[in-house]
């Protein structure tokens, strides 16, 4: 009952085309998927490297740094990012509940400034 993961295709897809976020960044949820943490986040990571204009890249690829403890580096890329995409509701979301969660409250509540102004 379980559908196949696809990660050999997606592997492929990535042989043949290592520039192409968009495999390296369905390979990195299909890994996500298997457990395979690590592997995950250096294909979230390459995806966002390769595609800095797509902010669904970096965010993933924040939310998983954010989830193996990596908070700094998550909170670090977003804030790279957000100049790039400045109403991102999205990055503006995880900047709030990452830095909240290191107890930078000042500087969570800044962001939330910037998603309350965007959703008045």
Do not use: C, K, W
């Not at 592997?11 to 457990?35: C, D, K």
């Not at 890249?57 to 790279?80: F, H, K, P």
């Not at 969570?108 to 965007?118: H, S, T």
Request: net charge negative; glycine share 6%.
């Amino acid at each position: 009952g379980e559908p196949p993961d696809g990660e050999e295709s997606l592997r492929t897809a990535v042989e043949l085309n290592p520039e192409n976020a968009t495999a390296h960044h369905a390979l990195g949820l299909s890994l996500v998927r298997l457990q395979r943490y690590q592997e995950a986040l250096r294909e979230l990571g390459q995806a966002a490297e390769l595609d800095p204009d797509d902010p669904n890249m970096v965010y993933v690829y924040a939310v998983a740094l954010n989830s193996l403890g990596e908070s700094r580096e998550a909170i670090r890329r977003l804030q790279a990012a957000l100049p790039r995409h400045p109403n991102n509701r999205e990055i503006l979301g995880a900047l709030v509940s990452f830095l909240r969660d290191i107890g930078d409250n000042a500087g969570a509540r800044r962001y939330a400034e910037q998603l309350r102004a965007l959703q008045p």
